[in-house]
């Protein structure tokens, strides 16, 4: 299975179109959004049509800039799979998630943050392959000092440790993008903008 995950893409059409166009070429068998699709909730414009002009599945979670009801909102109306405290299992492998960050307009807290990601387990966790999708990354991570405005995640850390995911897709933080660690046997990538092809 291959995919494109990417992050904070904050309206920016330019950014989306380009997105679509490398899933199409890159041929990826599911797109996976983490999280700020909008700028502050300002419009959901073009952010999932043009992946799915190019035929493209698509599964998100919402960042700090967008509520679960509008990331519920655009996965309905796109056809596409809102991961916040549900999954995702295509052949053997299983995705499941949460978004928002425990800053920002759209706050969780990080027991929330913690507690979404253990339900959302529970529908996965026989799984061969399991991704966990975050928005905020994890605390005690080397992307979190990165910013000193932006502190990772307690409640993902905690989930990471008690699941022990293959691999966590999480963004939030711009400056870290593309930035590839591992937290115990979890493998952590910030995609943020730039967007990262994966073969899984």
């Known amino acids: 299975m291959k995919i494109l995950a990417a992050g904070c893409l904050h309206n920016d059409s330019g950014l989306i179109s380009s997105l679509a166009d490398q899933a199409d070429r ?23 049509g043009p992946f799915v002009k190019k035929n493209r599945k698509v599964a998100l979670v919402p960042g700090n800039h967008e509520t ?24 053997n492998i299983s995705f499941f998630g949460c978004g928002g960050a425990n800053v920002g307009v759209h706050q969780l807290s990080e027991d ?15 799984a061969h392959k399991k991704i966990m999708v975050t928005h905020v990354h994890p605390a005690e991570s080397e992307m979190e000092r990165f910013s000193q405005f932006v502190k990772g995640s307690t409640g993902v850390k905690k989930a990471i440790d008690e699941i022990q995911p293959d691999l966590l ?24 903008k730039r967007g990262t092809v994966i073969n899984l």
Not at 26 to 48: A, N, P, Y
Request: glycine share 10%.
């Open 112 to 126: 929330d943050l913690f507690s979404t990601l253990m339900n959302a387990h529970e529908y996965v966790k026989d």
């Open 68 to 91: 679960n009801a509008t990331a519920n909102f655009l996965a309905q109306r796109y056809g596409a799979t809102n991961l916040h405290g549900y999954s995702l299992t295509h052949g």
């Open 26 to 48: 890159e041929d990826v068998d599911l797109v996976v959004l983490c999280g700020d699709l909008t700028r502050g909730e300002f419009s959901t414009e073009g952010i999932l």
């Open 169 to 192: 897709l999480c963004s939030h933080v711009h400056e870290a993008s593309g930035l590839e660690e591992h937290i115990g046997k979890t493998k952590v990538v910030n995609v943020a």
